[in-house]
């Protein structure tokens, strides 16, 4: 392909793509396939002659469609948002185009750059404390990892290094072996499953702080824990709050948990994959009351704020801390600016060496929507979700689980699990929309997801129709089926 028939071609895709997305509510959001539907349909082999991109085009709705979940569809509330926007799009096309690999600031300096501003924009968007930012000569800074999974991993790592360290220089007769076996991390029991993750990796222990009725833990759940493991002997290094947990878009207490963390010398993460977008609000920039007091805060754009997968957003207080657990140098990354103090070299921050030109993509959103345009986006999905939480309260059938704070909505029909896990799955069945559950303590739970772009008031009301006839439907069923044993 030349430059000629890359021309045509991609004015093509863009017109598909563009149709795509515009016609996407006509599309099932849910596919009709069962496992390893795709291999029969494809050769065994690669092509040993090329073949005419008319044939590949052709094979996208052939093939490749009819096992797409349409993530993007105004009928899909499962999961969280997968933020998508049309110059989000064309930001990675143009990343795509450059194609540089930014592991140095040297491999590519507008991709180092560009990064940093764009994370410093963001970090005073949602009035994130001076200390994170780079500026010019700070001593944070903020980095775009591919997902909020990574941020926890890089931060544990970081911690579990600096917590070696420090008791290394007090208690010197302590091999790093010993001090491993004794290290502790801590999250919420509502904590997302990469935290756990993130201490296997890192092969150190890891304990879960017991919520209160509100799904949140406070500062004397914490406590007590810590006071535990240290007359153990453990060593407690690494917390990881959550604001918007993945069940139910609950609220660490962070002004408690922030000074118990600080006074313990405990390395204090905060999660904040999904919520963090909406603290671009004023109304909701409370909920991060307390961030003053971590050692590192992500956040994902991709979920919630226009910019499409994969740009997860993490900030550090001390970027050394960060940077000092993975610093190396071989000859041939050197260059001789880095000793300058002037350029960050982002492979110390992450865990792949190479990366992308990922901040395009928040340069163009945030430049064409403007603070304000994010602003309402956000506020729109948090009115759509108030709107679904007042058509099930208006249904006594039904009860709502936790407290709506921002577009998450957990619901279920009164009665055992099972009732609801035979509504979710003639629901699922249907494949008009698209739900996922959760568990709030022995509950088995639904959770209602404004996620689309284009997701309007209309969609709500369908779905909660289809929603409430499905469950008129089983509850007449269930009734007859219990009425007869």
């Known amino acids: 392909?030349?430059?000629?028939?890359?021309?045509?071609?991609?004015?093509?895709?863009?017109?598909?793509?563009?149709?795509?997305?515009?016609?996407?509510?006509?599309?099932?959001?849910?596919?009709?396939?069962?496992?390893?539907?795709?291999?029969?349909?494809?050769?065994?082999?690669?092509?040993?002659?090329?073949?005419?991109?008319?044939?590949?085009?052709?094979?996208?709705?052939?093939?490749?469609?009819?096992?797409?979940?349409h993530w993007h569809s105004p009928y899909f509330f499962a999961y969280y948002p997968a933020a998508s926007s049309f110059p989000a799009l064309l930001a990675d096309m143009l990343c795509g185009g450059i194609g540089c690999v930014g592991f140095s600031w040297a491999s590519s300096p507008a991709?180092?750059?560009?990064?940093?501003?764009?994370?410093?924009?963001?970090?005073?968007?949602?009035?994130?404390?001076?200390?994170?930012?780079?500026?010019?000569?700070?001593?944070?800074?903020?980095?775009?990892?591919?997902?909020?999974?990574?941020?926890t991993l890089m931060a544990l790592l970081a911690a579990r290094t600096k917590t070696i360290r420090r008791v290394q220089s007090e208690k010197p007769e302590l091999t790093e072996a010993d001090i491993m076996g004794r290290l502790v991390?801590?999250?919420?029991?509502?904590?997302?499953?990469?935290?756990?993750?993130?201490?296997?990796?890192?092969?150190?222990?890891?304990?879960?702080?017991?919520?209160?009725?509100?799904?949140?833990?406070?500062?004397?759940?914490?406590?007590?824990?810590?006071d535990e493991d240290r007359a153990s002997g453990l060593i407690p290094f690494f917390f990881c709050a959550t604001l918007g947990t993945t069940p139910s878009c609950s609220f660490d207490k962070l002004l408690e948990l922030g000074p118990i963390c600080n006074k313990e010398n405990i390395w204090m993460h905060i999660d904040a994959a999904y919520a963090g977008s909406a603290f671009i609000c004023p109304e909701f920039r409370h909920l991060l009351?307390?961030?003053?007091?971590?050692?590192?805060?992500?956040?994902?754009?991709?979920?919630?704020?226009?910019?499409?997968?994969?740009?997860?957003?993490?900030?550090?207080?001390?970027?050394l801390?960060?940077?000092?657990?993975?610093?190396?140098?071989?000859?041939?990354?050197?260059?001789?600016?880095?000793?300058?103090?002037?350029?960050?070299?982002?492979?110390?921050?992450?865990?792949?060496?190479?990366?992308?030109?990922?901040?395009?993509?928040?340069?163009?959103?945030?430049?064409?929507?403007?603070?304000?345009?994010?602003?309402?986006?956000?506020?729109?999905?948090?009115?759509?979700?108030?709107?679904?939480?007042?058509?099930?309260?208006?249904?006594?059938?039904?009860?709502?689980?936790?407290?709506?704070?921002?577009?998450?909505?957990?619901f279920r029909l009164k009665g055992p699990n099972e009732l609801n896990e035979a509504l979710l799955k003639r629901i699922n069945e249907s494949k008009k929309i698209h739900l996922v559950p959760c568990h709030l303590r022995e509950k088995f739970v639904l959770r209602f997801a404004i996620c689309s772009r284009t997701v309007e008031s209309t969609h709500i009301k369908f779905a909660w129709q289809h929603i409430s006839q499905l469950a008129?439907?089983?509850?007449?069923?269930?009734?007859?089926?219990?009425?007869?044993?």
């Open 321 to 410: 801390d960060l940077t000092g657990a993975f610093k190396l140098e071989p000859l041939y990354l050197q260059h001789h600016h880095q000793e300058s103090g002037l350029v960050t070299d982002y492979r110390h921050w992450q865990i792949p060496l190479g990366r992308r030109f990922r901040s395009l993509k928040l340069w163009f959103v945030l430049r064409i929507y403007g603070v304000t345009g994010l602003q309402e986006h956000i506020r729109k999905h948090v009115r759509l979700s108030h709107q679904f939480e007042h058509l099930v309260l208006q249904d006594e059938r039904f009860e709502i689980c936790a407290e709506v704070v921002l577009g998450l909505v957990c």
């Open 111 to 151: 991709c180092t750059e560009l990064e940093t501003v764009m994370l410093d924009w963001l970090g005073k968007m949602i009035h994130l404390p001076e200390e994170f930012l780079a500026g010019k000569d700070g001593q944070g800074g903020g980095v775009i990892q591919g997902s909020a999974s990574e941020a």
């Open 472 to 485: 008129t439907d089983l509850l007449k069923t269930w009734e007859q089926n219990h009425h007869q044993q």
């Open 185 to 226: 991390a801590y999250a919420s029991d509502q904590a997302h499953s990469s935290v756990e993750r993130a201490a296997l990796i890192g092969g150190v222990k890891i304990k879960n702080v017991s919520s209160d009725d509100t799904f949140r833990v406070c500062g004397s759940a914490l406590k007590k824990v810590l």
């Open 1 to 69: 392909m030349d430059a000629a028939e890359f021309r045509k071609r991609g004015r093509e895709m863009v017109d598909y793509v563009a149709d795509y997305l515009e016609k996407i509510d006509k599309r099932q959001v849910f596919p009709d396939v069962e496992p390893g539907y795709l291999r029969p349909l494809i050769p065994d082999c690669a092509p040993q002659e090329p073949e005419s991109f008319e044939d590949i085009f052709k094979d996208i709705e052939k093939i490749i469609m009819p096992g797409v979940t």
């Open 289 to 319: 009351n307390g961030v003053e007091f971590a050692d590192s805060f992500n956040f994902n754009p991709h979920k919630w704020l226009l910019v499409n997968f994969d740009c997860s957003t993490m900030w550090v207080k001390k970027r």
